[in-house]
């Protein structure tokens, strides 16, 4: 059984702070990585892929991938009060990379 | 945003009614998928088409059919409607290019009593 870990949370972090979200994930064979985010009552947004690793930067988002130890994180920079929202990690399926495995997400709540 | 449209974007029905939804894009993106999200679970993919009249099942196929008779359009039919059916259902698209991501629809919340 193929899956993605993620701690649920809720994740409590102040305004300003960096939050650290992190996921891992059993198929060894998957090589792109991706974080959604949900808003209550919305869809998934993507804010972030890599495909390599180490670190990939945008705006006030970094994504680190770490292949060997099959671990993926986000970092959020600055956290502002939107950016409260469940973050999906979701991982290419090896044995069909058109289909992903999703993690259950984590909720971050930014407090200001 | 990518185009993408979900009609109804809610519905309430019986059980054993049949049931569809509809996702319509403007991409021209030739990989869509049906997810449904519920608590607990996360998204689980119900069918997938990597093309017209290619489709293939998900993990949590059973009770679902669909059709894809034109790139855009990509339609889930519940062909007799169960309350455990009752979800938040997402379309996604994707170029179908290696590596490349989802991007959804607005979904659709089917409520069945």
């Known amino acids: 059984q193929k899956e993605v870990e993620q701690n649920s949370g809720p994740l409590s972090v102040p305004e300003g702070a960096i939050a650290s979200l992190n996921c891992t994930y059993s198929?060894?064979?998957?090589?792109?990585f991706f974080w959604y985010r949900q808003y209550s009552g919305k869809s998934p947004e993507l804010i972030m892929f890599?495909?390599s690793n180490g670190d990939k930067e945008d705006g006030r988002f970094t994504a680190q991938l770490n292949k060997a130890s099959q671990y993926v994180s986000l970092l959020i920079r600055d956290s502002q009060p939107s950016d409260s929202a469940t973050y999906l990690c979701?991982?290419?399926?090896?044995?069909?990379?058109?289909?992903?495995?999703w993690g259950l997400g984590t909720s971050l709540a930014v407090n200001p | 945003d990518a185009g993408i449209t979900q009609s109804p974007r809610h519905k309430v029905t019986e059980t054993g009614t049949p049931v569809t939804l509809r996702c319509h894009q403007t991409?021209?993106?030739?990989?869509m998928y049906w997810y449904r999200q519920d608590p607990g679970h996360g998204l689980r993919l119900i069918h997938y088409?990597?093309?017209?009249?290619?489709?293939d099942k998900g993990e949590v196929s059973d009770g679902y059919s669909v059709s894809r008779s034109k790139t855009e359009d990509f339609l889930l039919t519940l062909e007799s409607a169960t309350s455990s059916q009752t979800s938040v259902y997402f379309c996604?698209?994707?170029?179908?290019?290696?590596?490349?991501?989802?991007?959804f629809g607005d979904g659709t919340r089917l409520s069945i009593l």
């Open positions: 996604a698209i994707s170029d179908g290019r290696d590596n490349q991501p989802q991007h």
């Open positions: 991409e021209n993106h030739r990989y």
């Open positions: 088409s990597y093309g017209v009249k290619d489709t």
């Open positions: 198929d060894r064979g998957s090589q792109s």
């Open positions: 890599i495909y």
């Open positions: 979701a991982v290419n399926d090896a044995g069909n990379n058109r289909k992903l495995i």
